[in-house]
């Protein structure tokens, strides 16, 4: 929702368009954060001006942050008198940027309403505020959503590979990271069986579970486990420049932070990076029929 920047009120509002206030500001800081299947938004007010405070810390005013998604066509209104709030979007809801506007707006009607710190235009006046009117607003935000890893859930993807092996004795599945893409490499029939298995939509958080999620986390423990020599030799290799992309976009970790994380901190962060496949795939069979099985 693009605001105006000229857009006029009858009465003084605080905002970075206009100059009704003076000394006083309204900035609210936003971050966004890959949290499992959802986007998290967090929010940080801060607000300068005594009287629009006390207002919100006595229940007469609040902060709204509408939020709105124009490629998806996702709108949501966020309302509260903290000046710290985070508010979560599933990442099926989202597409492309997403805009969000912030405000400070009337719980109930204000009488008579006035602040020591309007412009000298309004020196000794006061002003009848309805339910529902704006008494501050700040900068648009705009913010892209932050790369996932890839969507495995789609059959193509260009950061993880199912290689069948030739080798027809084979019986293992093996992990190849020293290659442009993260190579799985998985008995010949496997493969054709994983290739079949993932034109079923249903399916693919199982197979991601059995098969992605084993070789994102060898590739996050290579990470860890190298030095800034062999960080470099990587580096030449697509899989590890996106990784590196991803982590810091998405998730604020850098590699060296990788080295700082346990074995387990990783295995859950991989996880989080494929949208938490092994508790979707055991929802998923449960599905299949595995209720009527199922015994508390």
């Known amino acids: 929702m693009k605001l105006r920047s000229n857009k006029g009120f009858p009465y003084p509002v605080l905002s970075p368009y206009g100059d009704d206030y003076c000394n006083s500001s309204f900035d609210v800081d936003i971050k966004s954060v890959i949290d499992g299947y959802d986007l998290a938004l967090n929010f940080d007010v801060k607000l300068n001006n005594d009287e629009l405070t006390a207002l919100i810390t006595s229940g007469k005013a609040e902060y709204v942050f509408h939020i709105e998604c124009p490629t998806s066509g996702f709108r949501s209104i966020v309302k509260t008198d903290s000046n710290t709030t985070s508010y979560s979007i599933p990442f099926k809801k989202l597409k492309d940027l997403i805009e969000i506007n912030s405000f400070v707006i ?110 994102l986390w060898q590739g996050l423990l290579r990470i860890k486990g190298s030095d800034e020599i062999e960080i470099l ?12 992309e991803i982590l810091q976009t998405a998730y604020n970790i850098s590699f060296s932070d990788l080295k700082q994380k346990s074995d387990e901190e990783l295995f859950v962060l991989a996880q989080k990076m494929l949208e938490c496949p ?11 029929g595995g209720e009527s099985r199922y015994e508390d």
Do not use: H
């Open 106 to 215: 009337a719980k109930e009607d204000i009488k008579a309403y006035s602040n020591a710190s309007f412009n000298t235009d309004y020196e000794g006046m006061s002003f009848d505020l309805k339910k529902g009117c704006v008494m501050a607003e700040g900068i648009q935000v705009d913010t892209r959503v932050p790369k996932k890893i890839t969507d495995f859930k789609e059959q193509d993807d260009p950061f993880v590979l199912l290689i069948p092996d030739k080798n027809e004795t084979s019986k293992t599945v093996t992990v190849v990271l020293e290659d442009e893409k993260i190579k799985v490499i998985v008995p010949e029939a496997t493969a054709a069986k994983y290739k079949a298995l993932q034109q079923t939509k249903a399916n693919r958080p199982i197979l991601i579970g059995l098969y992605i999620l084993p070789a």
């Open 233 to 244: 030799d990587y580096e030449q290799y697509l899989w590890v420049q996106s990784l590196e």
């Open 278 to 288: 092994l508790v979707e795939g055991v929802d998923t069979l449960m599905s299949m």
